[in-house]
Structures are given as C-alpha cells and as structure tokens.
C-alpha cells in the first residue's frame, strides 16, 4: 500500500514538472492512474478475501468431515463390541444348555444302573428263595423216603419175628 502510495504521489509530481502546459491532461492522466490503482487495490482486496473465505469453508469442511470419520469410528467400535458380547453370552447359553444336558443324561444313566441293580438284588433273591424252597423240598422228599423205607424195614422186621 506505501508503494502504492509513493507511486501515485511520483507520478503525480513527474506529470505536473513534465507537462506544466498542459495541466487538465495531466491531472485526468493522474486521476485515470489513480482510480485504476485504486481498482487494482480493491480487486486484489476482493480476491485475498474470497481467498480467506475458501480456505476457512475448506477448514470448516475438513474439521466436520474429520469428526464425521471419527464418529463412524466409534459407532463401528460400539456395534463390534456389542456383537462380541452377544456372541461370548451366546457361548455361556450353549455351554450352560451342554452342561445341563450332560447333567440330565448322568443322572438319566445312574437311575438306570440303580433300577439294574434293584432288579439283580430282587433276582437273586428271588433265586435264592427258589434254592431254598427247593431245597426245603429236596429234604422233604429225602426225609419222607427214608421214613418210608424206615417205616417198610421196621415192618419187614417185625414180620420176620
């Protein structure tokens, strides 16, 4: 702006000094130099704001288009956490519904092998009971026979006297 200034203000002096005779064409020469000048200065005052202004919305837009990015960030980072939880809770179900069902079929296979055994002992007893009565029979007949025969061998001798 001083150079502007210093230029106007010499070719202000070089054109009254040269052209002292013509003063009105000097002065209009002088004027067109100074009003272009000074269209030239407020162009370039026009442009260095519009510039300002480009370089603040492309700021605004990089600051806003940063935060967005960063916001789907997180967002993606919540819903992959979210669905790891899911997924671990998943897990512990399934492991719980195993366990139980391992539970279910252990006690399932130990009411069974107490039944098997109940119904061995009842066998067994059963068999022994037969043993028994069989036994008790067998000795019956045993007894019976002999005193029968003991009973045919009194009387034989008892009729050879």
Known sequence: MKRFFLGAIALMLTASVISCRDTKKAGDAVEDATEAASNAVDAATDA???AVDAATDAAGNAVD????????AVDAAKDAAGNAVDAAGNAV????????????AAKDAAGNA???????????????????????????NAVDAAKEK????????????
Request: zero cysteines.
């Open 93 to 104: 179900d399934a492991a719980k519904d195993a366990a139980g069902n391992a539970v279910d």
């Open 114 to 140: 107490v039944d098997a055994a109940g119904n061995a002992v009842n066998s067994a007893k059963d068999a022994a009971g037969n043993a028994v009565n069989s036994a008790k029979d067998a000795a019956g």
């Open 65 to 72: 288009a940063a935060g967005n990015a960063a916001g789907n």
């Open 150 to 161: 003991a009973t045919n061998a009194a009387k034989d001798a008892l009729k050879k006297q």
């Open 48 to 50: 260095a704001g519009n």
